[in-house]
């Protein structure tokens, strides 16, 4: 249920995509847009040094002191006080929002990746609230964080964005293909950041497509990089997929959600990364391999088998999308 509105409120979400500076941009591609957002990176850092005092159940009076161990003893009395006040607000109030599930702080994430630019309105207390606690933040993070951030998500790009061209107009291209479904037609905004889930990256439509990507995490780097990129823009692909695997469930009475479109996402990326990198003579150990999702998730090997039986003779031509997804739903369901 949505909150009420409150005095703090201004008016409903109005967004015009052309309002952002394209010169405020790090990087264009022919399919997305790479920046480094101070503002939404300060909220990330904080959101995940706030879950840290939230699961390990850190004294209220101590969490700035729990939270910035590194630069602590570089604060006076007055600071720390408020730093503290800054993570209790997080602690308790934006910790038990979903970065991705719940559309409101996704639009919040939205509205700090413009910085101001746009013309997203938040109309509700909490994101208000947000938005003090982080001006209050900021010249902490300005000083003792940013700089080593900033640097860590440039050095990503700089150190990816020759693969990401070079395999983009045939990775993305083979993908529309496959889903039967073209990529959005304005650029998708990836947000390298310090943080973006458990997972190092996760995607969204709020105000517009969105990527948020976490520069630094491990699964991110090497031939990784690219995959991720294109594993989280195949989100704004799957629309038909998902719908036909919906459909096929129902005149299977199922009543528990099985998560087969991602299942399928994740194979169909790497399948397509791989085969580029055949063609350069190259190879290429795709993610959920490299992360071993078959051995530690025996669901997903039984959509990875799936996708070899019936998956692969529809990208090659043999039976229609239609007919695969329905031996991938029966397969799912006879071996789960």
């Keep these: 249920m949505k909150t009420c509105f409150t005095a703090l409120a201004l008016s409903l979400l109005c967004f015009n995509t052309t309002a952002f500076s394209k010169n405020q941009y790090l990087f264009e591609s022919k399919y997305f847009y790479f920046q480094s957002s101070k503002q939404l990176n300060a909220h990330l850092y904080l959101y995940n040094r706030a879950l840290g005092c939230k699961f390990t159940k850190k004294p209220n009076d ?26 209790l607000y ?20 939205d509205y700090l990746s413009d910085e101001g630019r746009s013309r997203i309105k938040l109309k509700l207390k909490w994101q208000a609230d947000a938005l003090e606690a982080l001006k209050k933040f900021q010249p902490y993070f300005t000083k003792l964080y940013w700089t080593g951030i900033d640097s860590a998500n440039k050095a990503w790009l700089n150190n990816y964005k020759n693969q990401l061209l070079k395999l983009e107009t045939s990775a993305i ?25 458990w997972a190092g990256a996760y995607s969204f439509k709020n105000s517009f497509e969105h990527i948020i990507y976490s520069s630094v995490n491990k699964g991110n780097q090497g031939d990784l990089a690219t995959e991720i990129v294109f594993h989280e823009a195949s989100h704004f692909l799957v629309d038909k997929l998902v719908s036909r695997i919906s459909e096929s469930l129902k005149t299977k009475k199922v009543k528990q959600e099985i998560n087969l479109w991602h299942n399928i996402l994740f194979y169909t990326t790497g399948y397509v990364l791989e085969k580029e990198y055949k063609q350069q003579w190259k190879t290429f150990t795709p993610y959920y391999v490299e992360m071993k999702f078959e051995e530690k998730m025996p669901v997903f090997k039984i959509s990875v088998e799936g996708c070899k039986l019936y998956w692969i003779d529809y990208i090659e031509g ?15 369901l006879t071996k789960g």
């Excluded at 293909?177 to 947000?191: F, N, S």
């Design 62 to 87: 101590s969490l700035a002191y729990y939270s910035f161990k590194d630069t602590y003893a570089s604060l006076n009395a007055k600071e720390a006080l408020e730093l503290n006040g800054i993570m």
């Design 90 to 109: 997080y602690r308790d109030s934006l910790t038990s929002k979903d970065l991705l599930f719940d559309n409101n702080m996704s639009e919040f994430s």
């Design 173 to 197: 291209p083979e993908l529309e293909r496959i889903y039967q479904t073209k990529m959005p037609l304005e650029k998708i905004r990836v947000d390298l950041s310090c943080y973006a889930t």
């Design 318 to 332: 043999k039976i229609t999308f239609d007919e695969a997804v329905k031996k991938l739903v029966d397969h799912q």
